[in-house]
T-cell receptor, first 115, second 115 residues
Framework: KQEVTQIPAALSVPEGENLVLNCSFTDSAIYNLQWFRQDPGKGLTSLLLIQSSQREQTSGRLNASLDKSSGRSTLYIAASQPGDSATYLCAVMVSSGGSNYKLTFGKGTLLTVNP | SAVISQKPSRDICQRGTSLTIQCQVDSQVTMMFWYRQQPGQSLTLIATANQGSEATYESGFVIDKFPISRPNLTFSTLTVSNMSPEDSSIYLC????????????FGPGTRLTVL
């Protein structure tokens, strides 16, 4: 059974700092890995998607890496801003039987960026 | 990207009653998914709803407790039946677009409290 773990559970940093969020998964048989942010009352917003054949993806100040063989991914946020404060979720897409698939999520990292 | 709305956004219900949550998408989609997020926990997939076929439920979730309808390519409902306080959660609808890039888009969620 696939399990996704995110470390740390919570992180508080001053504005402007660069930071790294970690995600690990137990089964390397994944289709892709996705990073989301969750804001209260607004659902989830997709940040980056890395296909299983890729090593990294970048979008603006965000960079996500994937090492499928070791079951690890990192999300790097450069020059953090108070607007980055949210819960960041890591999820892997895996087969759920037949032609179906599903996302398995970690519990998230609660990020607070202080002005 | 798909825009998803959910109704209601929140509700407080009495135990033993049922609540139907609606999910509306602004474009046609193949796959619709229903997730549950219990307090302090990660998102867990309840079922996958494909238009024109029975929903596929994950282990631990059954149709009698969580009946799902998917009448067309832009709409789905999830009913939480015979509710107990353990059903208090955020319920989220998500979709994958037709011919999409595997990215899933999420609705804002329905926060359910069962007394």
């Amino acid at each position: 059974k696939q399990e996704v773990t995110q470390i740390p559970a919570a992180l508080s940093v001053p504005e402007g700092e660069n930071l790294v969020l970690n995600c690990s998964f137990t089964d390397s048989a994944i289709y892709n890995l996705q990073w989301f942010r969750q804001d209260p009352g607004k659902g989830l917003t997709s940040l980056l998607l890395i296909q299983s054949s890729q090593r990294e993806q970048t979008s603006g100040r965000l960079n996500a890496s994937l090492d499928k063989s070791s079951g690890r991914s990192t999300l790097y946020i450069a020059a953090s801003q108070p607007g980055d404060s949210a819960t960041y979720l890591c999820a892997v897409m895996v087969s759920s039987g037949g032609s179906n698939y599903k996302l398995t999520f970690g519990k998230g990292t609660l990020l607070t960026v202080n002005p | 990207s798909a825009v998803i709305s959910q109704k209601p956004s929140r509700d407080i219900c009495q135990r033993g009653t049922s609540l139907t949550i609606q999910c509306q998408v602004d474009s046609q989609v193949t796959m619709m998914f229903w997730y549950r997020q219990q307090p302090g926990q990660s998102l867990t997939l309840i079922a996958t709803a494909n238009q024109g076929s029975e929903a596929t439920y994950e282990s631990g979730f059954v149709i009698d407790k969580f009946p799902i309808s998917r009448p067309n390519l832009t709409f789905s409902t999830l009913t939480v039946s015979n509710m107990s306080p353990e059903d208090s959660s955020i319920y989220l609808c998500s979709v994958e677009e037709l011919g999409g890039s595997d990215t899933q888009y999420f609705g804002p969620g329905t926060r359910l409290t069962v007394l």
